[in-house]
């Protein structure tokens, strides 16, 4: 099938918007990328640009490069391939700095040549549909005269675009700065001043951290509490290095089927890595009053410094911002009046910009005063629209979010390539409804959830078939995993009780995206690196007893 006259836009140019080119473009698409940016990576790419958000240089990826699956498929795991000399010939620790990240995003883009095929310095200001034909018009900020027409969209911007706004009574005359955390790039420019960082989430946690190294006194104002996670053991051991596929699997289930039990045994698993590393939970903290897990997890915070520094008395952990008192005075919630502020950052989080996409996507109210939320079958196709439109960066995983990026984008090629399937629309409407129903009760639960979560264990199948992975099909119980332990046991072990690494998505024959070569050597090699650390965390725990 010729598909070359078939023009495709994907806006947006993180993981998600690169691999859904990648996968187009190797279908025979026509395919244009649009990025804001000057180059690839999304957030991952450092920008001096302050309208544009932007992980600081400081920033550790909360999940191994073995528990985020962050090697993309058909690209060598995360070793020595990135652009910067500094890590040419090196491989790169467990957990990447964004920087690392961002420069290993380069390195992917250049492997597959997708430069030739994406446009740098592009705002998309306007979506919207042609009148009296089924294509999508795309108006350009720099070219708001001369909109572009295309058969399919891929939506891939993310969630980190507009930063929510902050009001706090009394802050007209408040002499400091209030900025957003999206404005925050050089932690210098607060050398010796007295900070108030707002808010609980991952970019709180590594903006206050990095401050002590700068401000004179760090205050970390919360209100709901959250759950701080360690990323790696006493033994340096990365803790996600046994969340393997079947496990996973296992724990789907029970998120989905014993949604309380689900809850319970995270909550239990959280709170212990935390007495493991740092002992009691000091209820003045106000961490502890953090909701269940089982309400979501965007209350999850990865940070190995937070509480040591907190312990120290170098970060002191007060309750949320009542009121501005004065030039540099500030009143917390328990009536506790902070002296001499010379600067509050907000880091309260961000908007996305899926309301630009009105003339495809409709909108059912969320409780509680929270965004709209978008009728998307499995999160991604709108069903009115599925054919020729998709959101790929909307979903929200109960786990990393790179891979799921990358899963979403090969189910969408290969589901408008014709190679997969979709439900009809009434089924689609129907899971729709059913699903905003199940996503409404969530969000009343637990302020804040994010709006494209979705149940894990119904979404990772369906992208995986779509995809045409066979992944899970071979690893689980059925004749197809029977037929690999027997003929390839040390590919069913590596799959089944391994890392989840991407390689994985490439090893069997489907008849949909295409098999790589390397798939299984790349696969055995993720695994035989994890073996090898887990032997050394071994020999440590030995020593030491």
């Not at 409407?429 to 119904?458: C, F, M, N, Y």
């Not at 071979?474 to 390839?488: E, Q, T, V």
């Amino acid at each position: 099938m010729d598909r070359s006259k078939t023009k495709v836009a994907v806006v947006g140019g993180g993981p998600a918007g690169m691999a859904a080119l990648k996968e187009l473009r190797e279908l025979g698409f026509d395919v244009t990328l649009f990025e804001r940016r000057k180059d690839v990576g999304g957030i991952w790419t450092w920008t001096e640009d302050r309208s544009i958000t932007t992980a600081l240089k400081e920033t550790q990826l909360c999940n191994s490069k073995f528990g985020t699956k962050v090697s993309l498929e058909r690209f060598p795991y995360i070793r020595r391939w990135a652009c910067d000399t500094s890590q040419s010939k090196t491989n790169y620790p467990p957990y990447l700095t964004a920087p690392q990240l961002g420069s290993y995003l380069r390195s992917y883009a250049k492997e597959f040549d997708l430069y030739k095929n994406i446009e740098f310095g592009k705002t998309v200001t306007r979506f919207e549909k042609s009148v009296g034909t089924s294509k999508w018009q795309l108006t350009l900020a720099d070219e708001p005269d001369a909109p572009k027409s295309f058969d399919k969209v891929v939506w891939a911007t993310g969630g980190f675009l507009k930063p929510k706004s902050v009001a706090l009574e009394g802050q007209d005359q408040f002499a400091g700065r209030i900025v957003h955390s999206q404005d925050v790039r050089n932690l210098g420019d607060f050398k010796d001043q007295n900070v108030i960082v707002l808010g609980i989430g991952n970019t709180a946690g590594d903006i206050t951290i990095s401050l002590v190294h700068h401000a004179n006194k760090v205050y970390l104002s919360h209100r709901r509490g959250t759950k701080i996670f360690k990323r790696s053991g006493a033994d340096g051991l990365p803790t996600d290095i046994f969340v393997t596929p079947t496990i996973s699997t296992i724990m789907w289930w029970i998120e989905a089927y014993l949604p309380s039990i689900f809850g319970k045994i995270m909550d239990i698993t959280i709170d212990g890595n935390f007495k493991e590393n740092w002992g009691e939970n000091k209820a003045a903290w106000g961490l502890a009053q953090s909701p269940s897990i089982g309400d979501g997890v965007h209350i999850i915070v990865c940070n190995d410094d937070l509480i040591p520094l907190i312990k120290e008395g170098k970060v002191t952990s007060t309750q949320g911002i009542k009121r501005i008192l004065g030039p540099k005075r500030v009143e917390m919630d328990d009536g506790l009046v902070i002296d001499d502020v010379d600067a509050i950052i907000a880091c309260v989080g961000y908007y996305d910009d899926m309301e630009m996409l009105s003339d495809a996507l409709t909108f059912v109210d969320a409780p509680g005063g929270a965004a709209p939320l978008p009728d998307l079958y499995m999160g991604i196709f709108p069903p009115e629209h599925a054919d020729s439109v998709a959101i790929i960066s909307n979903v929200h995983l109960n786990g990393p979010q790179i891979p799921g990026r990358e899963l979403a984008a090969m189910a969408v090629a290969q589901i408008w390539a014709g190679n997969s399937s979709l439900p009809s629309k009434p089924s689609m409407d129907a899971w729709v409804g059913k699903h905003q129903e199940w996503l409404r009760k969530r969000i009343a639960r637990a302020h804040g959830l994010h709006r494209g979560e979705v149940p894990s264990i119904q979404w990772m199948y369906f992208v995986h078939d779509a995809a045409g992975t066979a992944l899970y099909d071979n690893i689980g119980w059925s004749w197809r995993a029977w037929k690999l332990w027997w003929s390839d046991r040390e590919l069913y072990k590596a799959l089944a009780h391994g890392p989840a690494t991407s390689h994985g998505f490439r090893v069997f024959e489907t008849g949909k995206r295409a098999v790589w070569k390397d798939a299984r050597q790349a696969v055995l090699d993720v695994n035989a690196e994890a073996k090898r650390l887990k032997e050394a965390a071994a020999e440590k725990r030995k020593k030491k007893d």
